[in-house]
């Protein structure tokens, strides 16, 4: 596992949700956990802080990209220097017979996931959508309390606290659901990237737009026999129907030379990360 030490780790909270379970991942013995209501406000608390980090989501095995996310890395210069895959587990939480719930409170993503057992399960209740996964489970607790039907979608971590309410375990659609967070730093001068890691992150940019650029950037990945892990490609905030790619790639003995001839063509190329698996 990388070493890293921190005095803070920022978050999304509160405490409790995927996210905090990711940066849990990380060795915290000597690090603060901090939690943050959004994926910019993590970004911003880096230069406030030094010898800090912050874990964010930046994909979804069903979902996809975190697109505010990927945004991020580039508008506040951010690195990656690891990644974490998380294991995504829903429960359904009840307090009345299912036919009688009107109403479920469930976080959009968390509600988007388990669409499936909700259309089949819960097809006459209306959703409340909350702030983060652990929210649901709160509101769910203080509707409880005030003797009213309800039913929560929250995470299975939240709902083994409640094991008398628990209707059903695993509801996400896809048993293989998985969250890919990444451990990201302000980007610091002078940085030199280790390629010996597990995989490296770019952000491509084309300085014009012309019948080929594509197939001419793919032409280097294959030259140097490098396996591209993901393509994205994005709207560009400066110039409006113009798009940039984001592009993981598998390290191998070439991956420097590959970097230089990017270096030389006709984009513009930043180096987001180089970086490898925290496993738990």
Do not use: H, M
């Given at each position: 596992m990388p070493h890293f030490s921190y005095s803070s780790i920022f978050t999304l909270g509160p405490a409790g949700t995927f996210s905090d379970e990711a940066a849990h991942r990380i060795d915290v013995s000597h690090s603060k956990i901090k939690y943050v209501k959004s994926f910019a406000e993590a970004a911003l608390m880096l230069s406030t802080e030094a010898d800090s980090a912050a874990v964010l989501p930046i994909e979804n095995s069903v979902a996809g990209i975190v697109a505010p996310v990927q945004d991020l890395l580039i508008t506040e210069g951010l690195v990656i220097v690891a990644e974490i895959n998380l294991p995504v587990r829903y429960t359904l939480l009840v307090n009345d017979a299912l036919e009688k719930v009107s109403t479920h409170f469930a976080h959009p993503q968390a509600s988007e996931q388990t669409s499936k057992f909700t259309a089949k399960h819960l097809p006459e209740s209306h959703v409340e959508f909350s702030n983060s996964?652990?929210?649901?489970?709160?509101?769910?607790?203080?509707?409880?309390?005030q003797g009213k039907s309800a039913a929560a979608i929250v995470p299975a971590s939240f709902a083994e606290k409640y094991p008398d309410s628990i209707h059903?375990?695993?509801?996400?659609?896809?048993?293989?659901?998985?969250?890919?967070?990444?451990?990201?730093?302000?980007?610091?001068?002078?940085?030199?990237?280790?390629?010996?890691?597990?995989k490296?992150?770019?952000?491509?940019?084309?300085?014009?737009?012309?019948?080929g650029l594509l197939y001419n950037l793919l032409s280097i990945f294959n030259r140097y026999g490098i396996n591209m892990c993901r393509l994205e490609s994005r709207p560009s905030k400066d110039t409006p129907w113009f798009y940039v790619f984001y592009i993981d790639f598998s390290n191998n003995q070439n991956s420097q030379q590959c970097i230089e001839a990017l270096g030389?063509?006709?984009?513009?190329?930043?180096?987001?990360?180089?970086y490898s698996l925290i496993r738990s």
């Open positions: 996964n652990i929210d649901s489970g709160l509101r769910f607790i203080d509707a409880s309390q059903a375990t695993d509801i996400q659609d896809y048993k293989s659901n998985t969250t890919r967070f990444i451990v990201v730093e302000k980007e610091k001068e002078g940085i030199r990237w280790d390629l010996t890691q597990q490296t992150s770019l952000f491509i940019e084309f300085e014009d737009d012309r019948a030389i063509s006709p984009f513009r190329c930043k180096v987001l990360g180089s």
